[in-house]
């Protein structure tokens, strides 16, 4: 299956909460969620009951969209969360949270994970002063993640950094903008993973 290239707002509503895919937009009056909080479609204002299957289901698509992680990529990651010490669903979370393309839309450096993505795999960032353009290259404790020299102009950067107090930068990283870098400061625990998740129900779904 190919990567969802369609309007991103219909994800939103789809999911009936807003998933932060459209950068700043997503905090304006503009947001889909806000004009129009119902799921998209002819049939988008019924309110069916959905099934035990539906809700997990439901909450499998919603973390896979908020990630932007594909279903072979995403069950790659639940198989080693699996394998790992530890309660899955927090583990899977982590390990999503820990990409190079999250951390960098988390310090600021892109206005949604699409364009982190984006931002990656052109090649204008550096890990411990080595270039990295796999978006899905998992940081460590102790990581510097900076924007190239060359790079520091992009207006999407620029852009990002400017409305970064707005979005807010988590406890376990630390930016600094002048030098346009960050450093993993620790692993994050679930509860600085503040995205109204409920992992269980994931891991009750391929338990099955």
Request: proline share 4%; glycine share 8%; net charge positive.
């Given at each position: 299956?190919?990567?969802?290239?369609?309007?991103?707002?219909?994800?939103?509503?789809?999911?009936?909460?807003?998933?932060?895919?459209?950068?700043?937009?997503?905090?304006?009056?503009?947001?889909?969620?806000?004009?129009?909080?119902y799921a998209p479609g002819?049939?988008?204002?019924?309110?069916?009951?959905?099934?035990?299957?539906?809700?997990?289901?439901?909450?499998?698509?919603?973390?896979?969209?908020?990630?932007?992680?594909?279903?072979?990529?995403?069950?790659?990651?639940?198989?080693?969360?699996?394998?790992?010490?530890?309660?899955?669903?927090?583990?899977?979370?982590?390990?999503?949270?820990?990409?190079?393309?999250?951390?960098?839309?988390?310090?600021?450096?892109?206005?949604?994970?699409?364009?982190?993505?984006?931002?990656?795999?052109?090649?204008?960032?550096?890990?411990?002063?080595?270039?990295?353009?796999?978006?899905?290259?998992?940081?460590?404790?102790?990581?510097?993640?900076?924007?190239?020299?060359?790079?520091?102009?992009?207006?999407?950067?620029?852009?990002?950094?400017?409305?970064?107090?707005?979005?807010?930068?988590?406890?376990?990283?630390?930016?600094?903008?002048?030098?346009?870098?960050?450093?993993?400061?620790?692993?994050?625990?679930?509860?600085?993973?503040?995205?109204?998740?409920?992992?269980?129900?994931?891991?009750?779904?391929?338990?099955?």
């Amino acid at each position: 299956m190919a990567r969802y290239s369609g309007p991103v707002c219909r994800l939103c509503r789809r999911e009936g909460m807003k998933l932060f895919l459209k950068g700043e937009r997503c905090y304006s009056e503009k947001c889909a969620i806000t004009r129009r909080n119902y799921a998209p479609g002819q049939h988008g204002q019924r309110r069916p009951k959905p099934s035990e299957y539906g809700l997990q289901l439901r909450e499998k698509q919603k973390v896979k969209r908020i990630y932007g992680v594909l279903e072979r990529q995403f069950r790659g990651y639940f198989t080693h969360a699996e394998r790992r010490k530890g309660v899955t669903g927090e583990i899977l979370l982590l390990l999503l949270e820990l990409r190079l393309d999250s951390v960098v839309n988390r310090l600021g450096f892109a206005s949604s994970r699409a364009q982190a993505r984006q931002l990656i795999s052109h090649g204008h960032f550096l890990v411990n002063n080595r270039k990295v353009d796999i978006p899905s290259y998992l940081v460590k404790i102790g990581d510097v993640i900076q924007v190239r020299e060359r790079s520091r102009t992009l207006e999407p950067i620029r852009v990002a950094l400017e409305t970064v107090e707005q979005r807010g930068v988590p406890t376990w990283l630390e930016l600094d903008k002048g030098e346009f870098k960050g450093i993993v400061h620790q692993v994050p625990s679930r509860d600085q993973i503040t995205l109204p998740i409920q992992e269980q129900l994931i891991v009750e779904l391929y338990s099955k």
